[in-house]
């Protein structure tokens, strides 16, 4: 068997929302072109270029924001560090102008009406989120290059055969959960404590943790972003964020300074079920309004079910575990995440134009169960207990968005999938998972199988379930 590397930062991805299918893969695909030109010494010599978007991406693409993301890739800005407050503007130059400074350096004529082609039509038989770039060099040779979006944020180009990080040789090297739960019986170690000595397979461990520091930066960031901001979600829905108001009436309407002190005043404000559970709620809105708003969020594994695990993860925080070694129980919490949903990717999917909404919210359901479990001192065997709970309550999923757009009921699923993950948790916790009838490696092909008999209509194109029987005007394009 071929076991196929994946590090927490290839699951775990800084991007920016609103789907890192629609978003963030087009926008690397746009890199990946660009370095191709460079590469071969044609960047100079492009005198047109035309994109050509396929199926899913053609079908919900303008809700996703795909033609601005493969723009800003093409300029030659990273998503990483780009400044979200800056897209508006470089884009409406870009269209003012009909002009595009390819990679920086090489101005050209494009006008993205013309030169961005939504294909409603058309799909490419390898995954349904293809994209083919085209470009005329001054001599009027012309250059195809097609990529597919794969689910969240990762590309592959046509043809690509590779097996991602097939140089790295792992000390564990897992391919399924069966791999994972041998290595842990073998060694003793945790979850968390196999994918540690993994990762430094790639870097140092000391990199690894600073590495995990800025993924819940970001993380941190983007809650307590998304619990202070107002306003209509763009697209045309009307959608109004909810999270701002629902934070200003847990906390009784006082003001803290920062992240730190609203924290504080959260944990101090109780711990019934019911508050509680609202703040889930919360922590979960939050994220995804700032995601459909193309504000900066974590892959976790999608930008579709960007708030889950941050949702959790807070939960955790505040209601479970006291304040030691804070950084510590974070790490080991996004490490177990990234490999539960590391073996989703190598056995299913984490793509919704090709599994559905379970393969993003139910996928990071699974990852925060068993994130969660191992952080409230369950065993191996139940946090992969719980990894399979949460995705069998989410079998069949499917994706319908509104409008093409990451909003309903995008959104609140993230809460639903919070919830579910902590129910998971718990029953795992009480359970003797040595006479679970259904294995995570089971489950995970269900999901798989699901994803092949599902309709296309429900993977990610607007075509079918809420998208066509919610009336709604959009503004036309």
Known sequence: MQYEPISVFDMLKIGVGPSSSHTLGPWRAAERFLAFLRNSAQLA??????????GSLAKTGMGHGTDIAVQLGLCGYDPVSFAVDKIDSTIAAIRGTKKLLLGGVQEISFDPHAAIEFLYTETLPYHSNGMTFLATLQDGEAIAKTYYSIGGGFVKEEGENTVLNNDVLLPFPIDNADDLLRWCIKTGLSISEIVNENEQAWRSEAATNEGLQKIWAAMRDCVYRGCH??????????VRRRAASLNKKL????????????????RNGGSSFRYTLDWVSCFALAVNEENASFGRVVTAPTNGSAGVIPAVLHYYLIFCSDASNIQEKINKFLMTAAEIGSIFKKESTISAAMGGCQAEIGVSSSMAAAALTEALGGSQKQAMMAAEIAMEHHLGMTCDPIGGLVQVPCIERNTMGAIKAITASQLALQSTPDFARVSLDEVIKTMWDTAQDMNFKYKETADGGLAVHVPLSLPEC
């Open 45 to 54: 010599k492009v005198r047109e270029l035309s994109i050509l978007l396929y």
């Open 229 to 238: 901001q107002t306003g209509i979600l763009p697209g045309g829905l009307n």
């Open 251 to 266: 906390i009784g309407g006082a003001a803290y300074a920062n992240y730190e002190e609203w924290i504080a005043g959260i």
